[in-house]
């Protein structure tokens, strides 16, 4: 059993190595990133310290404690917290945006949002429903209508959404070792959700912006480029290492994509609202 390594997590230009300590750790590290690009490397200048004592966890980036705790579950969530802060910090490829998102064939949906909107909701009852899982936390356009999504573990709240809550019991029942509570809901592999074969989008298909209501039947309401844009920008979260604080980016964006407005209660019906707005111009979903 090997007492200590390194994992590297590369995305969107940039890059986390984190030194671990004991099996524990490890098995943290590829619960959570083992779906991202990067992997276990020989060495490496480590960012982060990942560290258990057999009572302790330990987070360090260099000598500053990061978090500390017994709880699992709760520096996982940390770990992903500092992970995509991390990226997102020296992420400069193009406009890093807090949503999620899921693709089908080459297409793409995009859900920014803040917390609470129920984009992570949204892309995990997706990809249920055989749709890719893309990101359920960061994202980056690339330009030309590419982009590239984080596939990390996914962190869903607590109490989960009645629609995922069956799915949750089920893939936490039957892999007891296989996902951590946080302290703020569970997180999750990909492969709790993934129904099929997990494919890349090619290209962003459009932009939903979800709005969790109680109870509220799905309904989709387009927006203008300018609505579009004002909503990208306050989803931005790399601003300051783009050219005019990703401005030009998102305008360019939201001119050649189609974006909209989705109310949503229990999110069962957002498939049969989204599918028509996935189907290539004169091809039939039939």
Same mark, same amino acid.
């Given at each position: 059993m090997r007492l200590s390594g390194c994992w590297v997590v590369r995305y969107a230009g940039g890059q986390v190595a984190i030194a671990w300590e004991t099996e524990r750790c490890r098995a943290m590290l590829q619960l959570l990133f083992q779906h991202a690009d990067g992997g276990e490397i020989e060495t490496a200048s480590a960012d982060l310290s990942l560290r258990w004592d057999g009572t302790t966890f330990v987070l360090l980036a260099g000598k500053r404690v990061v978090h500390h705790g017994r !709880?699992?579950?709760?520096?996982?969530?940390?770990?992903?917290?500092?992970?995509? !802060?991390?990226?997102?910090?020296?992420?400069?490829?193009?406009?890093?945006?807090?949503?999620?998102?899921?693709?089908?064939?080459?297409?793409?949906?995009?859900?920014?949002?803040?917390?609470?909107?129920?984009?992570?909701?949204?892309?995990?009852?997706?990809?249920?429903?055989?749709?890719?899982?893309?990101?359920?936390?960061?994202?980056?356009?690339?330009?030309?209508?590419?982009?590239?999504g984080f596939r990390r573990a996914l962190h869903l709240r607590t109490p989960v959404a009645p629609l995922l809550a069956a799915r949750v019991e089920a893939y936490t029942g039957s892999h007891p070792g296989g996902f951590y509570r946080s302290g703020r809901g569970f997180v999750l592999p990909p492969a709790a959700f993934a129904s099929g074969p997990q494919v890349p989008a090619s290209r962003l298909g459009c932009i939903v912006f979800p709005e969790y209501r109680a109870k509220y039947s799905g309904s989709l309401e387009p927006l203008s480029p300018a609505e579009a844009c004002a909503h990208l920008m306050s989803c931005l979260v790399n601003a300051r290492n783009l050219k005019a604080y990703g401005l030009n980016d998102i305008s360019q964006t939201v001119r050649e994509v189609p974006a909209y407005r989705l109310l949503h209660g229990n999110g069962s019906d957002v498939e049969e609202l989204l599918l028509p707005l996935m189907k290539p111009a004169g091809e039939s979903l039939a």
């Amino acid at each position: 059993m090997r007492l200590s390594g390194c994992w590297v997590v590369r995305y969107a230009g940039g890059q986390v190595a984190i030194a671990w300590e004991t099996e524990r750790c490890r098995a943290m590290l590829q619960l959570l990133f083992q779906h991202a690009d990067g992997g276990e490397i020989e060495t490496a200048s480590a960012d982060l310290s990942l560290r258990w004592d057999g009572t302790t966890f330990v987070l360090l980036a260099g000598k500053r404690v990061v978090h500390h705790g017994r !709880h699992a579950g709760v520096m996982a969530g940390a770990l992903l917290d500092t992970v995509v !802060h991390d990226l997102a910090a020296v992420c400069r490829l193009g406009p890093l945006l807090h949503a999620g998102a899921v693709s089908l064939g080459e297409g793409a949906v995009l859900f920014p949002g803040a917390s609470g909107s129920g984009k992570s909701t949204l892309t995990a009852w997706l990809t249920c429903q055989g749709w890719s899982y893309l990101s359920d936390e960061i994202v980056c356009l690339t330009g030309s209508g590419g982009l590239s999504g984080f596939r990390r573990a996914l962190h869903l709240r607590t109490p989960v959404a009645p629609l995922l809550a069956a799915r949750v019991e089920a893939y936490t029942g039957s892999h007891p070792g296989g996902f951590y509570r946080s302290g703020r809901g569970f997180v999750l592999p990909p492969a709790a959700f993934a129904s099929g074969p997990q494919v890349p989008a090619s290209r962003l298909g459009c932009i939903v912006f979800p709005e969790y209501r109680a109870k509220y039947s799905g309904s989709l309401e387009p927006l203008s480029p300018a609505e579009a844009c004002a909503h990208l920008m306050s989803c931005l979260v790399n601003a300051r290492n783009l050219k005019a604080y990703g401005l030009n980016d998102i305008s360019q964006t939201v001119r050649e994509v189609p974006a909209y407005r989705l109310l949503h209660g229990n999110g069962s019906d957002v498939e049969e609202l989204l599918l028509p707005l996935m189907k290539p111009a004169g091809e039939s979903l039939a």
